[in-house]
């Protein structure tokens, strides 16, 4: 059982309130369940839509066709009416707010009403909220879908929350930021508890002071991490490559959205991996790690300390809006071992230094210190094969291989039901698995992406020597997700 609903509606109307009242009932009542977010650059009015698809198994993602539209305003259904599906409801009523469409969501799931009260207690103006809920509880008679009760202990998060667990079970001292989507939550769910995890939020006037504040608290031994978006990023390269010739650790928290420039600023895609792989002049380390849940979130969390805090280095946790703030249900269990300080005091320098840490301009010296650092660049590479460096899903013996990274975890898994083929999801970037290529190399390789130019695929020709058929890349670019559904049709159509 696969069911979807769409909450429709202004910005400032509570679709975000109402899908996360609903999901955070169902995964107390074991149900898995993913939202995804869309909404416009704006505080009040537009059009904002979630969708909520909740199942008995586990699902990360949503399909093209709905089976509910809860409709906040008129808009919405003239907007949304085409993806519905046959049979489906649209749930309206002028002139009333979410918490009498929250009572009314209940009733046809079938879902208590003390359900919904527990979750209204969480909210202010509780006396209110609750006498709206009730009226479109009890308006309510006929039955969508009954949800059952399962025994799966669940917890509902985002990205961004799992990015904040990893930091913290990683022992995170320090936390800079300048507000950017979709990033700025992870500042938000630090902030909200630093007391009590002992840690530091800073919110400073640009991308520049963050990184450079950033570096000054990490050479005295803070374990300190920064979080932007593509365009901080870009204003942060400079000061990246300090990081790597003074060997600083620092974890960096990159939540890319679709550029150039401001791009579509509140949309998703995953046109930066270039930008984490390149940026900065020079030659130096680093670490670039992208997670596809919530769960991998904070476990490369964890990994990014670790390597930033062994080895000296920039480390860079690559993810994206829809990864970022979508929310999905995960496994309660987790465990984190968090990595031990860098302890050893030393000078910290911007030029090639000596070995007393001072500037040099000695040419034997400037060998000496770039072997070196290509040398600790073989030693990342070795360290690196430690962890899981990539996960391989599906028919591990099929002549069809499907290759991606990062959010389009979620709907690839969720398609890849009946279809022939072994998945191959990338999570070391830089440095790149170079096991790979025995997963790869003479099958059929289907590449799936949320860019223009296949950015994935051009590493895996630049590290492997193998190159992907253009007729084979998936890419896409609108600033939207992949379905599911659509998805699957899409990957059917390519296998041999």
Not at 46 to 62: E, I
Not at 124 to 134: L, M, R, T, Y
Not at 399 to 423: H, P, Q, R, Y
Request: proline share 3%; hydrophobic share 35%.
């Amino acid at each position: 059982m696969r069911f979807s609903i769409l909450f429709g509606g202004k910005a400032g109307q509570g679709v975000n309130v109402l899908s996360n009242i609903l999901g955070n009932a169902l995964t107390k009542k074991g149900q898995y369940v993913f939202v995804s977010r869309d909404y416009q650059s704006l505080i009040r009015g537009g059009h904002n839509f979630n969708v909520l698809t909740f199942s008995d198994k586990p699902v990360a993602s949503n399909d093209s066709q709905i089976d509910m539209i809860i409709a906040l305003d008129e808009n919405t259904i003239n907007l949304h009416r085409s993806e519905l599906k046959k049979g489906g409801k649209i749930i309206e009523k002028e002139g009333k707010g979410n918490m009498y469409f929250a009572g009314r969501i209940f009733k046809l799931l079938c879902v208590e009403f003390s359900v919904l009260e527990e979750e209204l207690r969480e909210l202010k103006f509780f006396e209110e909220n609750i006498k709206d809920a009730k009226e479109g509880y009890n308006e309510t008679s006929e039955v969508a879908c009954k949800v059952s009760l399962n025994k799966n202990k669940l917890k509902f998060v985002n990205g961004n929350q799992g990015i904040s667990e990893g930091a913290v079970k990683s022992g995170v001292d320090i936390y800079y930021a300048y507000p950017m989507t979709p990033a700025t939550n992870v500042m938000g769910e630090l902030a909200e508890k630093q007391i009590e995890n002992n840690n530091i939020v800073i919110e400073l006037e640009s991308e520049v002071a963050v990184i450079n504040a950033a570096i000054g608290s990490a050479i005295t031994g803070a374990k300190t991490m920064i979080g932007t978006s593509g365009g901080g990023f870009d204003l942060m390269t400079e000061a990246l490559s300090l990081t790597g010739v003074a060997e600083v650790p620092l974890v960096i928290y990159l939540a890319s959205r679709p550029g150039p420039s401001t791009g579509v600023a509140t949309y998703t895609g995953q046109g930066d991996l270039d930008l984490a792989r390149h940026s900065g002049h020079g030659e130096f380390n680093r670490l670039v790690i992208a997670p596809g849940d919530p769960k991998e979130c904070e476990e490369l969390t964890s990994q990014a300390f670790y390597f930033s805090q062994k080895f000296g280095i920039p480390t860079i946790i690559l993810s994206d809006k829809h990864l970022a703030e979508g929310l999905y249900t995960m496994d309660k269990n987790s465990v984190i071992t968090p990595s031990k300080k860098m302890t050893s005091l030393k000078r910290y320098n911007s030029y090639e230094t000596d070995e007393f840490g001072c500037a040099t301009e000695d040419a034997e010296k400037i060998i000496k210190n770039v072997d070196a650092r290509m040398k600790m660049g073989k030693e990342i590479e070795k360290e690196a094969e430690k962890f899981s460096q990539f996960n391989v899903y599906g028919n591990r013996t099929s002549k069809n291989v499907v290759l991606f990274w990062g959010s389009t975890k979620g709907a690839i898994i969720d398609a890849m039901e009946n279809l022939d083929a072994k998945f191959v999801q990338v999570l070391y970037l830089e440095p790149f698995p170079m096991r790979i290529k025995k997963e790869i190399e003479g099958k059929n390789i289907i590449l799936v992406e949320n860019n223009a130019t296949g950015q994935l695929g051009k590493l895996v020709a630049e590290k492997t020597g193998i190159f992907i058929d253009d007729k084979n890349k998936i890419l896409r670019y609108d600033g939207r997700p992949f379905l599911a559904d659509e998805l699957r049709e899409e990957l059917g159509g390519r296998l041999k």
